[in-house]
C-alpha cells in the first residue's frame, strides 16, 4: 500500500497567517492527491482534487500543488472557520489510503 | 439536495456480524463507485472499500478482507457494508462517500454522509 505523510502532525497559527501543509507519498502517484477538510464532530470536506483543483464553493485562499510524491495545501490567510484536521489521500491505486492528518489550532 | 443517509450502526460483540446501509439521493446513484471510510474514535480517516457503479469491481482495506462485503443495489439507490467477525478494533464512525468520477473514472470523494457509529465490545 502507497503511504502518506504529513508534516506537520500538529501545530498552531495566527487568523491572518499564511500556512502550509506538506503531504509525501512514499511511490509516485501522478497528480491523484485530495485534499479534506474536518472539523470535530463533523464529516470530512473535499477541499481539492487532482492535487491543485479547488472543489466547487471553497474559498480561493486555499490552493493546492505538487505531483509524484510531494505536495503542498496552502491557506493564504487564515480565517476562524480553518481551523480544523486536514487530510491528503492518495486515490492512485487500491488500497486507498489517507496521510495520518494535521491539526491546525488557534495560537 | 445531493445526500447520503447511512443506518445500521450500534453496539455489537466481537465476532458478530452488522450490516450498514447508505441510501443516496439526490444524484445518479447507478453512475458512480462508491466507498466505504471509517475512522476509529480520535484517530485518522481510515479508506475501507469500494465498489464500481455497477457493482462488477471491488476491492478492500486488507484490515477487512476476507470478513467485510460492499455491495450496492442500484434499484434502491443503496448501498451496503456487511461486516462480520467483528473485532475491538473495528470500532469507528463508518462514513459513506460518493467518487466524483463517473462511470468508472477514479476520483476524490465529494460526498459523505453523516456516518453511523459501529461499537463493538462485549
Known amino acids: 500500500a502507497i503511504r502518506m505523510t504529513q508534516s506537520p502532525s500538529s501545530f498552531s497559527a495566527s487568523t491572518g497567517d499564511r500556512v502550509t501543509i506538506t503531504c509525501r507519498a512514499s511511490q509516485g502517484i501522478s497528480s491523484y492527491l485530495a485534499w479534506y477538510q474536518q472539523k470535530p464532530g463533523k464529516t470530512p470536506k473535499l477541499l481539492i482534487y487532482a492535487a491543485s483543483t479547488l472543489q466547487s464553493g471553497v474559498p480561493s485562499r486555499f490552493s493546492g500543488s505538487g505531483s509524484g510524491t510531494d505536495f503542498t495545501l496552502t491557506i493564504s490567510c487564515l480565517q476562524s472557520e480553518d481551523f480544523a484536521t486536514y487530510y491528503c489521500?492518495?486515490?492512485?491505486?487500491?488500497?486507498?489510503?489517507f496521510g495520518q492528518g494535521t491539526k491546525l489550532e488557534i495560537k | 439536495q445531493v445526500q447520503l443517509v447511512e443506518s445500521g450502526g450500534g453496539v455489537v460483540q466481537p465476532g458478530r456480524s452488522l450490516r450498514l446501509s447508505c441510501a443516496a439521493s439526490g444524484f445518479t446513484f447507478s453512475s458512480y463507485d462508491m466507498h466505504w471510510v471509517r475512522q476509529a474514535p480520535g484517530k485518522g480517516l481510515e479508506w475501507v472499500a469500494v465498489?464500481?457503479?455497477?457493482?462488477?469491481?471491488?476491492y478492500y482495506a486488507d484490515s477487512v478482507k476476507g470478513r467485510f462485503t460492499i455491495s450496492r443495489d442500484n434499484s434502491k439507490n443503496t448501498l451496503y457494508l456487511q461486516m462480520n467477525s467483528l473485532r475491538a478494533e473495528d470500532t469507528a464512525v463508518y462514513y459513506c462517500?460518493?467518487?466524483?468520477?463517473?462511470?468508472?473514472?477514479?476520483?476524490?470523494?465529494?460526498?459523505w454522509g453523516q456516518g453511523t457509529m459501529v461499537t463493538v465490545s462485549s
Open positions: 465498489i464500481s457503479y455497477d457493482g462488477s469491481n471491488k
Open positions: 462517500a460518493k467518487d466524483r468520477g463517473i462511470t468508472g473514472t477514479t476520483d476524490a470523494f465529494d460526498i
Open positions: 489521500q492518495q486515490y492512485y491505486s487500491y488500497p486507498y489510503t
